[in-house]
C-alpha cells in the first residue's frame, strides 16, 4: 500500500509541478519538456544515490518500505510544496519586460525542479532495493490513480489550491511512511515536521505569487484549465495577465483597430464570432457597431467566467463552450470572426495561427466575411525576427484566403477573407457616422492616414524580404522552430553564451561517462535501457506536443496522458515476460516501428481536434516500456530503473530542446524510432553473440 500511496503522490506532485514550472515560462512547452526532462533526471539522480548510500539494502527480502524509503517518502511529501511555492517566486528574478531566453528555459526548470526531483529518486532507489518489479507495477498503478484525480481537478475545481490538494496525500504518505509499526520517535518526530511544513506551505500561499518585473505583484490570481490569471492594480488601474504575458492594459488602442476599420468595410456585421482569451476585452468596441448575435468561443469554462465578470458581458452574447475548429456543424456563418490571441508565443497560442485554424475559420466565414487578427509590428522598423513570424502567419493564411489586407500600426492588423474588403477612407467614414460610432483613436480624421496605400506597401515590402518561409501547421509550429531562429538571431549576454556553452560541455562530458559504464550484454542490459528509456519519453513528449498542437488541452489534460501512460506501465511490468535473450529485442523492434508509424502517417494519425489517437499510442508507449522492464529486469531492477530513467531524461531534453524545433513533430518520432533501433541493432548483436 506504502508503494502505492508513493505512486499516487508522486504523480500528482509531477503534474502539479510541472505545469507551475511552465507557467513561469510562459507556459511554453519547451519549458514544460525541459521540466519533465529535468524531473526525470534528478529521479535518476537520486536513484543512484540511493544506491551509494545503501547499497546493501538490495535482496530478495520482503517488499516492504526499509527506513530509507520511509526517510525519503516522509520528506518528498515537505519538499513538493516548498518547490512549488519556489517556483511560484522565480518570476521575481527575471529580466525585466522580457520573455525567457532558450538557456533559462532549458536551465531555470532544471534547477527549480532539483529538490523535490532527487528526493523522488531516492524514494524510488530505497524502494526498488527489494522486488523491483513488484514496486513498478503498484507505483505506477498509484501514478494512474493520481492522474486521474488530475483530470477531474483541471476540469471541476481548478481554482482549489494545488497545495490544498497535496495536502492530504502528502499526509497520507508520511504516515504511512513514518507510522508504520513499530515505529521509533525519530520517525513520528519526522512526520510531525512534515505536517508542520505542509501547514506553513498552505499558510504562506497567498503571498507568493510573483510576475516578471516591471508588473506589480498580482492582488488577484485565479488558475483556469489550461491556464493561470492575475490581476494587479498599479495606480488604480486593472492590468490582466495569462501566464505571465501581458493580456490587456487600460485604454488600449490596439482594441480599437483591430475591431472599427474591418467591421466598417462589413457592410451589416450581423453575426459575429471572437475567440481568443482577448475577446471579452474587445467586446465593447464590437458592440458600438450593434450586431444582432455575437459569439464568444471559449472552451475554458473558468477562464470565461473570470474575465466576463471582470470586462463586463451583454444580452445578446453567447459564450460558447468550444474553439473555433470545435463549433458544432451547420451552424449559421458568421459576418466576421475576430481571433484576439495577441502572438504565436507557444503551441497553444500557435495553433491559432495555423493552416488549419485558417482552413476552418474560412469555411465559417459566408461570401464576403472577413477573418480579423493581429501580430506584433512596429510603424517604422520591423526587426527580422518579427518579420519571420509574420511572413511564416501570412504563408498559412494565403493558403486558406484568397485576400489577405494587412493594416500596420501599433499591431499588424491582418484582413482575411474571399475577397479584398473595400477599404476606401471616404467610404468607412460614411459607415462611422451613419453607425453613430464614439472611438477615441480610430476616428475619420485617421482614416487617410491609417489606410495610406504608400504605408501599407512598406509593411508588405519589409515582409517581402523574408524569402521562402515555412508555412505555419500544427506539426511543424511557428512557436516552436521560430524560438529556435530569433532567440540565436538576436544578441545575447555574454552570461547566456557562456550559460549554453557550460549545458555544452556538461552535455558532452556526460555523454563520454555514460559511454563507458552502459552496457549491452545480455545479463545487464543497461545500454539497452538507456536507449529504450531514450525511445520511451521521446514518443511521449513527441506525442504531448502532437496532442497540443492539435486540441490546446495538454494542460487540464497533463496528468491523465501521463496516467495512461503509467497504468499501461504497469501492466507491461506485469505480464508474465521472464527475463531473457530475445524478448527485450522483440520489444525493441516493436518500439521502432510503432514510432516509425506514427512519423510516416503523422497527418492521418493525428488528424481532428479530439486528440485520441495520443491517448491510444501514448498506452502503448507505456506497455512496451513496462514490458521492456519486466523482460530485461531480472535481479538488477534498481540498475535497470536508474539507466532507463537516464536515457528518459535525454530523450525528452533531445526532443523538446533540438528534434521538434529544427525537425518538427514527425522528426521527433523518428529521433525515437532512431533510438529504439539503435537498442534493437545492440541486441540482435548481443544475440548473435551469445547464440541466443
Not at 527549480?112 to 528526493?119: C, F, S, Y
Not at 468561443?297 to 473555433?324: I, M, Q, Y
Request: with cysteine.
Amino acid at each position: 500500500m506504502t508503494f502505492f500511496l508513493y505512486g499516487f503522490y508522486a504523480l500528482l506532485a509531477q503534474t502539479l509541478l510541472l505545469r507551475e514550472l511552465a507557467q513561469v515560462f510562459g507556459a511554453h512547452e519547451l519549458a514544460l519538456a525541459g521540466a519533465l526532462a529535468a524531473w526525470v533526471f534528478w529521479t535518476a539522480a537520486g536513484v543512484f544515490l540511493a544506491a551509494k548510500l545503501k547499497p546493501a539494502a538490495a535482496g530478495n527480502g520482503p517488499a516492504l518500505p526499509s527506513p530509507y524509503f520511509a526517510a525519503a517518502g516522509v520528506l518528498l511529501a515537505a519538499a513538493v510544496p516548498a518547490n512549488i511555492l519556489a517556483a511560484r517566486l522565480a518570476p521575481a528574478l527575471f529580466s525585466p519586460g522580457l520573455q525567457p531566453g532558450l538557456f533559462l528555459m532549458l536551465a531555470g526548470p532544471a534547477l527549480l525542479a532539483l529538490p523535490a526531483g532527487l528526493v523522488n529518486g531516492l524514494a524510488a532507489g530505497f524502494g526498488l532495493a527489494r522486488l523491483p518489479a513488484r514496486f513498478y507495477a503498484l507505483e505506477a498503478a498509484g501514478a494512474a490513480a493520481a492522474g486521474a484525480l488530475t483530470v477531474a481537478y483541471f476540469h471541476y475545481f481548478p481554482q482549489f489550491s494545488a497545495l490544498a490538494l497535496l495536502t492530504l496525500p502528502a499526509l497520507a504518505l508520511a504516515a504511512a511512511c513514518a507510522l508504520r509499526r513499530p515505529f521509533p520517535k525519530f520517525r513520528l518526530a519526522g512526520f510531525a515536521l512534515a505536517a508542520a511544513a505542509l501547514f506553513c506551505s498552505n499558510a504562506v500561499e497567498r503571498s507568493a505569487w510573483r510576475l516578471r518585473p516591471p508588473a506589480a505583484r498580482p492582488g488577484v490570481v485565479i488558475q483556469t484549465r489550461g491556464s493561470r490569471l492575475a490581476v494587479t492594480e498599479p495606480a488604480g488601474k486593472q492590468l490582466f495577465y495569462e501566464d505571465g504575458r501581458l493580456l490587456a492594459a487600460p485604454e488600449d488602442p490596439a482594441w480599437e483597430e483591430l475591431a472599427h476599420i474591418p467591421l466598417l468595410a462589413v457592410k451589416r456585421p450581423r453575426r459575429v464570432l471572437l475567440t481568443g482569451s482577448g475577446a471579452f476585452f474587445l467586446l465593447p468596441e464590437v458592440l458600438k457597431h450593434k450586431p444582432k448575435e455575437v459569439d464568444i468561443a471559449e472552451p475554458d469554462v473558468f477562464k470565461s467566467w473570470f474575465l466576463a465578470g471582470r470586462a463586463g458581458s451583454a444580452g445578446n452574447v453567447r459564450t460558447l463552450p468550444f474553439d473555433l475548429r470545435g463549433l458544432p456543424a451547420g451552424a449559421p456563418p458568421y459576418d466576421a470572426i475576430f481571433q484576439t490571441v495577441p502572438s504565436p508565443d507557444n503551441a497553444a497560442l500557435n495553433r491559432n495561427f495555423t493552416v488549419e485554424f485558417f482552413r476552418a475559420a474560412a469555411a465559417r466565414l459566408r461570401p464576403g466575411g472577413l477573418l480579423v487578427f493581429q501580430l506584433p509590428f512596429a510603424d517604422n522598423y520591423l526587426p527580422p525576427e518579427k518579420a519571420y513570424v509574420i511572413a511564416s502567419v501570412l504563408a498559412a493564411a494565403r493558403q486558406a484566403f484568397p485576400a489577405v489586407e494587412l493594416l500596420p500600426g501599433v499591431r499588424l492588423t491582418v484582413l482575411a477573407g474571399s475577397k479584398a474588403p473595400d477599404l476606401t477612407a471616404d467610404i468607412l467614414t460614411a459607415a462611422y457616422l451613419k453607425r453613430g460610432l464614439k472611438t477615441t483613436t480610430v476616428l475619420p480624421s485617421a482614416f487617410p492616414f491609417m489606410l495610406d496605400p504608400y504605408r501599407r506597401a512598406w509593411a508588405a515590402h519589409e515582409l517581402e524580404k523574408v524569402k521562402n518561409p515555412v508555412v505555419n501547421s500544427d506539426l511543424s509550429p511557428l512557436a516552436y522552430f521560430h524560438f529556435w531562429r530569433a532567440w540565436l538571431s538576436m544578441v545575447v549576454s555574454p552570461g547566456s553564451l557562456l550559460g549554453l556553452a557550460a549545458l555544452a560541455l556538461c552535455a558532452l562530458c556526460a555523454g563520454l561517462l555514460l559511454a563507458g559504464r552502459l552496457s549491452f550484454t545480455p545479463e545487464r542490459r543497461t545500454g539497452e535501457a538507456f536507449l529504450i528509456g531514450f525511445w520511451g519519453m521521446a514518443f511521449e513528449t513527441a506525442l504531448l506536443l502532437a496532442f497540443q498542437a492539435r486540441t490546446g488541452q495538454l494542460n487540464p489534460q497533463l496528468g491523465g496522458l501521463f496516467a495512461a501512460f503509467m497504468a499501461a506501465a504497469a501492466a507491461g511490468a506485469l505480464l508474465p515476460l521472464k527475463a531473457g535473450k530475445t524478448k527485450p529485442l522483440a520489444i525493441e523492434l516493436l518500439a521502432a516501428a510503432l514510432a516509425l508509424i506514427c512519423a510516416f502517417k503523422a497527418e492521418v494519425i493525428f488528424a481532428g481536434t479530439g486528440g485520441a489517437a495520443v491517448w491510444y499510442l501514448i498506452a502503448a508507449g507505456g506497455l512496451l516500456t513496462g514490458a521492456f522492464f519486466a523482460s530485461a529486469a531480472g535481479k538488477a531492477g534498481a540498475d535497470i530503473y536508474a539507466w532507463d530513467l537516464l536515457g528518459g531524461a535525454a530523450g525528452v531534453f533531445t526532443t523538446a530542446a533540438f528534434a521538434v524545433p529544427l525537425l518538427g513533430i514527425k522528426g521527433a518520432l523518428l529521433t525515437a524510432a532512431l533510438a529504439a533501433l539503435a537498442a534493437g541493432v545492440n541486441g540482435v548483436r548481443s544475440c548473435i553473440s551469445t547464440k541466443c
